[in-house]
């Protein structure tokens, strides 16, 4: 993986959470997987929400493996895969923005199967379920990353650019669970901004799309590195 990729991956993860099918639901969840009201103890809350964040990110991940594994199966028509890829992307970035009309990007889908899943009492099974139903509402987000994984070249680097995602996604989620009536402050300001991060998300998801669909993607990785030596990071 290159550090574009990652930051890409990592930055998708911070983004989802900020949809409409997340970012109302955080408090609920985090009620739900600590069995108290959430922000009545940071610690109790941030470790309660492990399992949830274990069962989302595996379900992630496997996503990232499998779009590996088929990117791999099709290695001889890559050209063909990175432009139905970008394709993709490109017209659910518009849809992030509200141009295009994909109305099941605005709700969390099978709201049956999260019911089911917290009736149980997994927290794990409940993270499971919520990425499996969140899934339609990140899909733009999720569908770059997944287009990534796809040209990683293996299943490893595929399910670990998922793996990174799903720890940009897992981050706020422990940052609210540890302190709760900040956290719900900015998570206020932000959705009382979404349209910019709705607009600024999908411009970005736009680009990424025609990157890969004109096999440009290297573009951004030379980018992302001619940033990092100039902070002293890069090589």
């Keep these: 993986m290159t550090g574009a990729e990652i930051s890409l991956a990592f930055a998708a993860g911070l983004v989802s959470f900020a949809t409409p099918c ?17 922000g009545a103890s940071g ?21 990232g493996a499998a779009a590996a ?14 432009q139905v890829a970008g394709l993709v ?28 899943a917290r009736r ?30 796809s040209d990683s070249g293996t299943v490893a680097e595929g399910s670990a650019l998922l793996l990174v995602y799903s720890l940009g996604l897992a981050l706020p989620f422990v940052l609210v669970g540890v302190g709760f009536a900040r956290a719900m402050r900015a998570s206020r300001w932000l959705r009382d901004r979404y349209g910019v991060v709705r607009a600024v998300s999908g411009t970005l998801l736009v680009g990424i799309g025609l990157l890969l669909f004109f096999d440009r993607f290297w573009w951004l990785n030379v980018a992302v590195n001619r ?3 100039a902070v002293g990071v890069g090589a």
Excluded: Q, W
């Excluded at 997340?22 to 959430?38: D, F, H, Q, R």
């Excluded at 594994?69 to 028509?77: K, M």
């Design 22 to 38: 997340v970012l109302p639901l955080v408090p609920g969840y985090l009620s739900a997987v600590s069995g108290t009201a959430p």
């Design 43 to 63: 610690r109790r809350v941030v470790a309660a929400s492990v399992p949830f964040i274990v069962g989302f990110t595996l379900v992630f991940v496997a996503l």
């Design 69 to 82: 594994a088929a990117g791999d199966l099709f290695d001889e028509n890559r050209r063909l895969l990175l």
């Design 89 to 116: 992307v490109v017209v659910l970035g518009f849809a992030f923005m509200g141009l295009l009309p994909f109305p099941f990007l605005e709700r969390l889908a099978a709201p049956g199967l999260v019911d089911g």
């Design 120 to 149: 149980s009492g997994s927290s794990a099974l409940l993270g499971a379920a919520f990425a499996l139903c969140a899934a339609p509402c990140v899909g733009p987000v999720l569908a770059a990353i997944l287009a990534l994984a």
């Design 227 to 229: 940033v990092l030596e």
